[in-house]
């Protein structure tokens, strides 16, 4: 027996609340109060004929596939093996209207029909971390001590050893990064 994670009632409840009702006649209204519920949790085990849970599960798979829709998606992959699961459930939906990806794919795969995929696929390798690699980022900052415009904090970070060289100018120009990166060079570790 499962009872729902947010059940207002135990079983026991349940079961008290329709004995209530049919025996002593007690009113839904009163249920509710005594019971702290709503109305409308009482009238619902009242009328219900066990006090457990009904499964939220549909009842029945909302799409069939039929051998007349399982063999003109098999015909269609043959007759273009490149195509996707997308892309035949597209072609097909005017003649079946309940094609669509899902079982397109599971006929497909029923049938052994799908692509392979490269299990021996290459790792991707990381950027190494050398003597020669640094990082340069440039950030906008508001002008200091009520000056008006911007400010730029133009920075380069030593991946190696992770030593930072920052410098701070009213512009971003080439000209003036380039001057920051000349200085920094000198400031940084050696790169060999």
Same mark, same amino acid.
């Given at each position: 027996?499962?009872?729902?994670? %947010? ?9 008290? !609340? ?15 109060? %005594? ?29 069939? !596939? ?11 992959? $043959? ?13 097909? *939906?005017? /003649? ?14 029923? *049938? /052994? ?36 415009? %911007? /400010? ?20 971003? $120009? ?19």
């Amino acid at each position: 027996m499962t009872i729902h994670a %947010r059940a207002a009632l135990t079983l026991l409840q349940r079961k008290e !609340i329709k004995r209530l009702h049919e025996a002593e006649h007690i009113s839904i209204r009163e249920l509710a109060k %005594r019971f702290n519920t709503t109305e409308k949790t009482i009238q619902k085990w009242i009328h219900r004929d066990s006090p457990l849970d009904k499964t939220s599960a549909p009842l029945k798979h909302s799409t069939v !596939i039929t051998p007349e829709y399982k063999a003109a998606v098999i015909g269609y992959r $043959k007759e273009h093996p490149n195509h996707g699961p997308i892309t035949i459930a597209q072609a097909l *939906e005017n /003649e079946f209207p309940q094609a669509n990806r899902g079982t397109v794919l599971r006929i497909l795969q029923s *049938e /052994e029909l799908t692509h392979k995929t490269n299990k021996d696929k290459k790792e991707r390798k990381p950027i190494p971390v050398g003597h020669h690699r640094i990082q340069m980022d440039i950030q906008t900052l508001p002008a200091v001590k009520g000056n008006k415009g %911007r /400010e730029y904090k133009i920075s380069m970070i030593h991946l190696k050893t992770r030593v930072k060289y920052s410098e701070i100018h009213s512009d971003r $120009k080439s000209k003036t990064v380039v001057e920051v990166f000349r200085r920094g060079l000198d400031f940084l570790p050696p790169f060999f």
